[in-house]
């Protein structure tokens, strides 16, 4: 059926450079695509979204893109910090749908010291 | 943005028995879903949580197993019935408002013996 993948499941950078999580789509009826953050023993912690009629959208220190020719969604997080550490997922919702979300399989992000 | 709370948090629970877990809203919202994390896995929409009628449950999970209920807008459980060790997992309410984003709890950790 359609899913949403990730294209790495772990990512490790240094403290202060710039991360990008990447996200691969399969259903071009997606509409809404959102990228969550989680933490150890926490709940999904909403980051930023992003509408299929925009291609960029910029937030405190990330920034999403969207290319919908190539099904690709990207999270890029500007000068990582240490409680930037965490798992990353990116999630979809069908246009017409009730508003499910659909999740990637998350990439777990580590920032080095 | 709508707080969400769960109960309990975590529980540790013998094969056969049952147990329900209780979100609560802050906020009035149109939409409550139901999702399931197992250890280091992505998130799965176990149902959406219709108020005042039978849930709708995603392909895999039955009402037999998962019995949901939503009194009103803002308050909905779900049971594990009859649980088995493959039941251990993390079960995370969410809900959305109008077309916004969607919240999450902080999830309820399960572990069955």
């Known amino acids: 059926g359609e899913s949403v993948g990730l294209h790495l499941p772990t990512l490790s950078v240094q403290e202060g450079d710039n991360s990008i999580i990447n996200c691969a789509y399969s259903?071009?009826?997606?509409?809404?695509f959102i990228w969550y953050k989680q933490e150890s023993g926490k709940g999904p912690q909403f980051i930023i979204d992003i509408r299929s009629n925009m291609d960029k959208r910029q937030g405190q220190r990330v920034t999403v893109l969207l290319n919908k020719t190539v099904k690709h969604l990207s999270l890029q997080i500007a000068a990582t910090q240490p409680g930037d550490s965490a798992v990353y997922f990116c999630a979809e919702i069908l246009s017409g749908s009730a508003r499910q979300l659909t999740f990637g399989s998350g990439t777990q992000l580590t920032v080095l010291p | 943005s709508a707080v969400i709370s769960q109960k309990p948090s975590r529980d540790i629970c013998q094969r056969g028995t049952s147990l329900t877990i209780q979100c609560q809203v802050d906020s009035q919202v149109t939409m409550m879903f139901w999702y399931r994390q197992q250890p280091g896995q992505s998130l799965t929409l176990i149902a959406t949580?219709?108020?005042?009628?039978?849930?709708?449950?995603e392909s895999g999970f039955v009402i037999d197993k998962f019995p949901i209920s939503r009194p009103n807008l803002t308050f909905s459980t779900l049971t594990v019935s009859n649980m088995s060790p493959e039941d251990s997992s993390i079960y995370l309410c969410?809900?959305?408002?109008?077309?916004?984003?969607?919240?999450f709890g902080e999830g309820s950790r399960l572990t069955v013996l």
């Open positions: 259903n071009s009826a997606s509409d809404y």
């Open positions: 949580a219709n108020q005042g009628s039978e849930a709708t449950y």
């Open positions: 969410s809900a959305q408002q109008g077309t916004g984003e969607l919240f």
